[in-house]
């Protein structure tokens, strides 16, 4: 699986972002799609993770509200909305695939198997 991760760019607070992430190759319907972001200096963290299905959704305690994962299996993507957009969301943020542990772990970086190169989201103050 090959990850494609777009949508980032140099924004100023308060507007919103859809970043998406497209994938080619085969899939599976027991994959989770994740996201994560690493801002500078920081580790990495999760940010937001989805059944394959769509229908089982989890996020990072400290974003909810203000973002919203989504899959459209039809064309092999799924995104990440972030709306009021703030200084401290510049990151990194990279999109994942998970194909072997199940939903159980998908707050876990180390147990997602394939990667996109990631998208830089900064935002002015």
């Known amino acids: 699986v090959q990850l494609q991760a777009s949508g980032g760019g140099l924004v100023p607070a308060g507007v919103s972002l859809r970043l998406s992430c497209v994938a080619s190759g085969r899939t599976n319907s027991n994959y989770v799609l994740g996201w994560f972001r690493q801002a500078p200096g920081k580790e990495r963290e999760f940010v937001a993770a989805i059944t394959f299905s769509g229908r089982t959704t989890r996020y990072a305690n400290s974003l909810k509200g203000r973002f919203t994962i989504s899959r459209d299996n039809a064309e092999n993507a799924f995104y990440l909305q972030v709306n009021s957009l703030k200084p401290e969301d510049t990151a990194i943020y990279y999109c994942?695939?998970?194909?072997?542990?199940?939903?159980?772990?998908?707050?876990?970086?180390?147990?997602?198997?394939?990667w996109g190169q990631g998208t830089l989201v900064t935002v002015s103050s």
């Open positions: 994942a695939v998970e194909s072997r542990s199940g939903f159980s772990y998908y707050y876990e970086s180390d147990k997602y198997d394939y």
